[in-house]
């Protein structure tokens, strides 16, 4: 069994950074993919930066430059890095995750485990 709790949300003023963290209580093992999404009230869930079980990043054109996922050696924890932040970065940010030798993609349907989202407030 595979629970995801996101930590670390918060408001902060344009140009700020923050760090999420999601933690992972069942077996990183069995996990293949973990990524980060988010979702603006009234906008569909976006897909921003997915790390592999082989550490291979991959980033949205919105967030490439800014973010930064990682994770720790265990799988337990990862991570997503948030530099100049941006008004338009407000959203309720979701970490996932997949499990089994498939392909990870951006896209909420290839994901198995969700968390319950930690907010972000940026103010301008």
């Known amino acids: 069994h595979v629970q995801l709790v996101e930590s670390g949300g918060d408001s902060v003023q344009s140009g700020g950074s923050l760090t999420l963290t999601c933690v992972n209580s069942g077996d990183p093992v069995r996990l293949n993919c973990m990524a980060w999404f988010r979702q603006a009230p009234g906008k569909e869930r976006e897909g921003l930066a997915r790390?592999?079980?082989?550490?291979?990043?991959l980033y949205a054109n919105s967030v490439k430059g800014r973010f930064t996922i990682s994770r720790d050696k265990d799988k337990k924890f990862h991570y997503l890095q948030m530099s100049d932040l941006k008004p338009e970065d407000s959203a309720m940010y979701f970490c996932?995750?997949?499990?089994?030798?498939?392909?990870?993609?951006?896209?909420?349907?290839?994901?198995?485990?969700w968390g319950q989202g930690t907010q972000v407030t940026v103010s301008s």
């Open positions: 996932a995750a997949l499990s089994g030798p498939r392909a990870c993609y951006l896209e909420t349907k290839y994901f198995d485990y």
């Open positions: 790390i592999t079980r082989d550490g291979l990043e």
